[in-house]
């Protein structure tokens, strides 16, 4: 069992490391030139000029450097800043209690919903319309698809906070607040104060590579971008994803440069962002120290509670706006409801959408299971090993679960893409499952490792001493002991597989429509009330399973009044 | 004068946890409150700090110095706590927990020489630079109460300081804490289970009420 065990990380590694570095590989031999499938097999620097050169460049760069920083310092100040005056109050309870449902929304679904939201003919203008505007046309607005990506900035800082809040929690759990909390006021400081510097020095450490996944996530996200980024250029990776499926193949060669491109502008902005931390850290050392109580910023403490509000409040209505639509008839502007209501758009809908939620449902099931069966091998693993007193670096290990959030998606697909045409795997269900392992592996691994390894060991050692063995102690005590955050992890899981775009479109060969690829390709162009529909059939899947992860274990151990929590 | 409790006494949900407690401590005294582990103890100690949780209530009144708490700010209270573990900042070496403590708008050398008179004072003069995580048990007891003192507190909480510590560094620590509040003159209020860890004032009983 001791030397079996040994077999998970490895597996595990390569489960990702493979297709990543083998993709990023594939996608740099064309980028400079060779991709002997068209006929190129010369190395040279010339797509990189034609890139450079190329008129749609510089305004897709410029979008995509403002939607991902601005997304990222945006989700960034936001989280930290509800964190900070909200902490302990009951709307903080509130909040994390709506934390899950809000992370199980899929990016696309959301930015759909945010669309309907904030369109020039959406609700938000409905609703003040037209007795405050005076409008009985939407009013000719860029809202959404601004040219700057102003509300791509907007919706991905939206739908990034609850992912930093969850961080934050699980770094200030770590800590003990309650206590600092009271030392720092003994003492004199304000709350403000005391969180920018007792807190937020200890908490920043555990936040370094949640917000660097969501930089590198923001930088290059391709469905959102889709849906509510600009067009004419659109952002630098949907510009780069229409190249690689361009009809002209050797567009393909510009594409896999383009991908490079962002790859290393990711990696710099990655370094760029590490260098600012240095650089602040290393300017407020002293000044952290130097005895003032207040701050100017206590005035604006309750400005966290309207950034929670807000947060929920968006979430939610992005979820009502898509239910109105999903039922709507007749919904002319400037009704803030519709006059007349129906049924058939989500009988037709769910009719056409049952091939793709099967699919969806299968690949997502299968890439979950074998994800938590890797992490749970590999989580048992470093038990073990602890427990023979070799200690893993925490920090390292972390990196390298991280490593497919850093990388963009973008950036290494089609190099996979190639791989598996060669190899003849292109569109099989091998390929897909292994591609959604590589992004589920990661939060799988995020959401249970803490979990797993504060169990308390000694439950294992009676149940070893009593039954002779530590497989069957393994499966009799210790899984059913931990079934409700496996559960959850799974759901986790899931839910990361459904929202996947780009890799389903890359490795599926068109053999293989997941309810999110069908989702943004009709965003583009079809009747609301149809992309409704099925944003939220791309919605309600992940929360379905998420329900069942929190009350199958609840139902099985519902005589277990210790098992409850 | 100094610390006083009136028939203090906290509710939480309508139930009273522990039976009206009333304290006077003179300036440099350091009185202490007894009573078994769970009894509320840590409860007084934060109705007077100001710092209770969502939902208790306190009763009865509490002044320093003749100043009514009951309204004022947890951080305008002015009360010191010191806690059995020592809650040291683990970002910030001793010189830096030390200066976390000061009041602000201090000359560099004025605080300098504070710190440094301080740490002389408690045998730690080599100790400014130090890691806290690289202290010892009694070293981290003495810098933490340093710090809660630099801050100039019109009186000290003490919450079970002692009960981490061995026989030996206890009754040294105990002796510290004893010359730092005589010198500041102020007042400080010791809980504690354990009747050999008074340190010379008036001992007060709490006796608890039963909860569910």
Redesign the interface.
């Given at each position: 069992m001791k030397s079996r065990l040994r077999v998970f990380p490895l597996l595990t590694l390569s489960a990702f490391c493979v297709p990543i570095l083998l993709g990023l590989f594939g996608t740099w031999l064309p980028a400079f030139g060779y991709l002997p499938a068209i006929g190129a097999e010369d190395f040279n620097l010339h797509n990189f000029r034609e890139l450079f050169v190329h008129p749609a460049f510089p305004g897709a760069l410029r979008a995509s450097l403002i939607s991902g920083f601005g997304a990222t310092l945006l989700a960034l100040f936001c989280s930290i800043w509800i964190t900070l005056s909200i902490y302990?109050?009951?709307l903080w309870r509130l909040l994390v209690r709506l934390l899950s449902p809000l992370l199980a929304v899929p990016h696309a679904a959301f930015a759909i919903g945010f669309t309907f939201l904030v369109a020039p003919s959406g609700l938000l203008v409905r609703c003040i319309s037209p007795e405050l505007t005076g409008f009985a046309a939407p009013p000719d607005w860029q809202t959404v698809k601004d040219p700057y990506g102003l509300s791509l900035t907007l919706a991905l800082a939206c739908k990034e906070i609850p992912f930093l809040l969850l961080m934050c929690i699980s770094g200030l759990n770590q800590l003990?607040i309650r206590?600092?909390?009271?030392?720092g006021?003994?003492?004199?400081?304000?709350r403000v104060r005391i969180w920018t510097?007792?807190v937020l020095?200890?908490l920043y450490p555990q936040l370094r590579l949640p917000v660097l996944a969501v930089l590198a996530y923001s930088l290059s996200v391709v469905d959102v971008a889709i849906i509510l980024g600009p067009s004419l250029p659109p952002t630098l990776a949907v510009l780069v994803d229409r190249w690689f499926n361009d009809a002209d193949v050797t567009s393909r060669l510009l594409g896999a440069a383009g991908a490079t491109w962002l790859f290393l502008l990711v990696a710099c902005s990655i370094g760029l962002f590490l260098a600012a931390e240095k650089l602040i850290t290393t300017c407020a050392a002293g000044r952290?120290?130097?005895?003032?109580?207040t701050t100017v910023l206590d005035k604006v403490r309750w400005l966290g509670n309207t950034l929670a509000v807000a947060v929920m409040a968006v979430s939610a209505l992005c979820f009502i706006v898509l239910l109105i639509w999903s039922f709507a008839r007749s919904y002319r502007f400037p009704d803030l409801l519709p006059t007349m209501y129906s049924l058939q758009f989500w009988t037709k809908g769910l009719d056409h959408a049952t091939e793709p939620l099967y699919i969806t449902f299968v690949v997502g099931a299968l890439a979950t299971c074998a994800g938590i069966i890797l992490v749970i091998g590999c989580l048992e693993n470093e038990v073990r090993m602890q427990q023979r007193g070799r200690r893993a670096n925490g920090q390292q290990i972390m990196w390298l679960v991280y490593m497919p959030l850093l990388v963009p998606q973008i950036a290494f697909l089609f190099g996979i893409q190639t791989s598996a045409v060669l190899l003849h795997l292109e569109g099989k269900w091998l390929s897909m499952v292994g591609i959604h392992l590589v992004f589920v592996l990661p939060y799988i691994f995020l959401t249970l490792s803490n979990v797993y390894r504060s169990f308390d060991a000694r439950y294992m050692q009676v149940a070893v001493a009593l039954s002779g063995s530590p497989i069957q102690s393994f499966f009799r005590v210790k899984l059913p002991m931990l079934l409700k955050p496996v559960a959850f992890a799974m759901a986790t899981g899931f839910a990361v597989s459904v929202a996947q775009y780009l890799p389903t479109m890359y490795i599926g060969a068109g053999r293989f429509m997941t309810i999110t690829t069908e989702t943004v390709s009709l965003a583009g162009g079809s009747d609301r009330r149809v992309i409704a529909v099925y944003a939220l059939c791309q919605f309600l899947l992940p929360l379905l399973v998420y329900c069942l992860a929190l009350f199958l274990p609840a139902w099985l151990f519902r005589q277990r009044k210790a098992m409850q929590n | 004068m100094s610390l006083e409790l009136e028939k203090v006494q906290v509710r939480y949900r309508g139930r009273t946890l522990f039976e009206p407690v009333t304290i006077s401590i003179p300036k440099g005294e350091i009185a202490t409150v007894m009573g078994p582990s769970g009894c509320g103890k840590s409860t007084l100690l934060?109705a007077i700090?100001g710092?209770l949780e969502?939902g208790f209530r306190v009763d009865g009144r509490i002044s320093l110095n003749g100043r009514e708490l009951h309204d004022t700010a947890?951080?305008?209270?002015?009360?010191?706590?010191l806690?059995q573990?020592d809650?040291l900042?683990?970002?910030?070496d001793v010189y830096?927990n030390l200066?976390?403590?000061?009041?602000?708008?201090?000359k560099r050398d004025v605080?300098e020489q504070r710190i440094m008179t301080a740490l002389e004072r408690a045998g730690l003069e080599d100790f400014a630079r130090r890691d806290v995580a690289t202290l010892s048990g009694g070293q981290k007891a003495r810098v933490s109460l340093l710090?809660?003192i630099l801050?100039e507190?019109e009186a000290v909480l003490l919450d079970e300081p002692f009960s981490r510590l061995d026989m030996v560094l206890r009754a040294s620590f105990r002796e510290f804490v004893h010359e730092q509040t005589r010198q500041r003159d102020i007042p400080a209020l010791l809980v504690t289970h354990d009747e050999q860890d008074s340190c010379g004032g008036r001992i007060y009983e709490l006796r608890g009420e039963e909860l569910e």
């Amino acid at each position: 069992m001791k030397s079996r065990l040994r077999v998970f990380p490895l597996l595990t590694l390569s489960a990702f490391c493979v297709p990543i570095l083998l993709g990023l590989f594939g996608t740099w031999l064309p980028a400079f030139g060779y991709l002997p499938a068209i006929g190129a097999e010369d190395f040279n620097l010339h797509n990189f000029r034609e890139l450079f050169v190329h008129p749609a460049f510089p305004g897709a760069l410029r979008a995509s450097l403002i939607s991902g920083f601005g997304a990222t310092l945006l989700a960034l100040f936001c989280s930290i800043w509800i964190t900070l005056s909200i902490y302990g109050s009951l709307l903080w309870r509130l909040l994390v209690r709506l934390l899950s449902p809000l992370l199980a929304v899929p990016h696309a679904a959301f930015a759909i919903g945010f669309t309907f939201l904030v369109a020039p003919s959406g609700l938000l203008v409905r609703c003040i319309s037209p007795e405050l505007t005076g409008f009985a046309a939407p009013p000719d607005w860029q809202t959404v698809k601004d040219p700057y990506g102003l509300s791509l900035t907007l919706a991905l800082a939206c739908k990034e906070i609850p992912f930093l809040l969850l961080m934050c929690i699980s770094g200030l759990n770590q800590l003990d607040i309650r206590r600092t909390d009271w030392i720092g006021r003994s003492l004199g400081y304000s709350r403000v104060r005391i969180w920018t510097r007792l807190v937020l020095p200890r908490l920043y450490p555990q936040l370094r590579l949640p917000v660097l996944a969501v930089l590198a996530y923001s930088l290059s996200v391709v469905d959102v971008a889709i849906i509510l980024g600009p067009s004419l250029p659109p952002t630098l990776a949907v510009l780069v994803d229409r190249w690689f499926n361009d009809a002209d193949v050797t567009s393909r060669l510009l594409g896999a440069a383009g991908a490079t491109w962002l790859f290393l502008l990711v990696a710099c902005s990655i370094g760029l962002f590490l260098a600012a931390e240095k650089l602040i850290t290393t300017c407020a050392a002293g000044r952290l120290v130097n005895g003032s109580r207040t701050t100017v910023l206590d005035k604006v403490r309750w400005l966290g509670n309207t950034l929670a509000v807000a947060v929920m409040a968006v979430s939610a209505l992005c979820f009502i706006v898509l239910l109105i639509w999903s039922f709507a008839r007749s919904y002319r502007f400037p009704d803030l409801l519709p006059t007349m209501y129906s049924l058939q758009f989500w009988t037709k809908g769910l009719d056409h959408a049952t091939e793709p939620l099967y699919i969806t449902f299968v690949v997502g099931a299968l890439a979950t299971c074998a994800g938590i069966i890797l992490v749970i091998g590999c989580l048992e693993n470093e038990v073990r090993m602890q427990q023979r007193g070799r200690r893993a670096n925490g920090q390292q290990i972390m990196w390298l679960v991280y490593m497919p959030l850093l990388v963009p998606q973008i950036a290494f697909l089609f190099g996979i893409q190639t791989s598996a045409v060669l190899l003849h795997l292109e569109g099989k269900w091998l390929s897909m499952v292994g591609i959604h392992l590589v992004f589920v592996l990661p939060y799988i691994f995020l959401t249970l490792s803490n979990v797993y390894r504060s169990f308390d060991a000694r439950y294992m050692q009676v149940a070893v001493a009593l039954s002779g063995s530590p497989i069957q102690s393994f499966f009799r005590v210790k899984l059913p002991m931990l079934l409700k955050p496996v559960a959850f992890a799974m759901a986790t899981g899931f839910a990361v597989s459904v929202a996947q775009y780009l890799p389903t479109m890359y490795i599926g060969a068109g053999r293989f429509m997941t309810i999110t690829t069908e989702t943004v390709s009709l965003a583009g162009g079809s009747d609301r009330r149809v992309i409704a529909v099925y944003a939220l059939c791309q919605f309600l899947l992940p929360l379905l399973v998420y329900c069942l992860a929190l009350f199958l274990p609840a139902w099985l151990f519902r005589q277990r009044k210790a098992m409850q929590n | 004068m100094s610390l006083e409790l009136e028939k203090v006494q906290v509710r939480y949900r309508g139930r009273t946890l522990f039976e009206p407690v009333t304290i006077s401590i003179p300036k440099g005294e350091i009185a202490t409150v007894m009573g078994p582990s769970g009894c509320g103890k840590s409860t007084l100690l934060a109705a007077i700090a100001g710092n209770l949780e969502h939902g208790f209530r306190v009763d009865g009144r509490i002044s320093l110095n003749g100043r009514e708490l009951h309204d004022t700010a947890m951080e305008n209270r002015q009360v010191g706590i010191l806690f059995q573990d020592d809650l040291l900042f683990p970002h910030f070496d001793v010189y830096g927990n030390l200066a976390f403590g000061l009041p602000a708008g201090l000359k560099r050398d004025v605080k300098e020489q504070r710190i440094m008179t301080a740490l002389e004072r408690a045998g730690l003069e080599d100790f400014a630079r130090r890691d806290v995580a690289t202290l010892s048990g009694g070293q981290k007891a003495r810098v933490s109460l340093l710090r809660t003192i630099l801050a100039e507190p019109e009186a000290v909480l003490l919450d079970e300081p002692f009960s981490r510590l061995d026989m030996v560094l206890r009754a040294s620590f105990r002796e510290f804490v004893h010359e730092q509040t005589r010198q500041r003159d102020i007042p400080a209020l010791l809980v504690t289970h354990d009747e050999q860890d008074s340190c010379g004032g008036r001992i007060y009983e709490l006796r608890g009420e039963e909860l569910e």
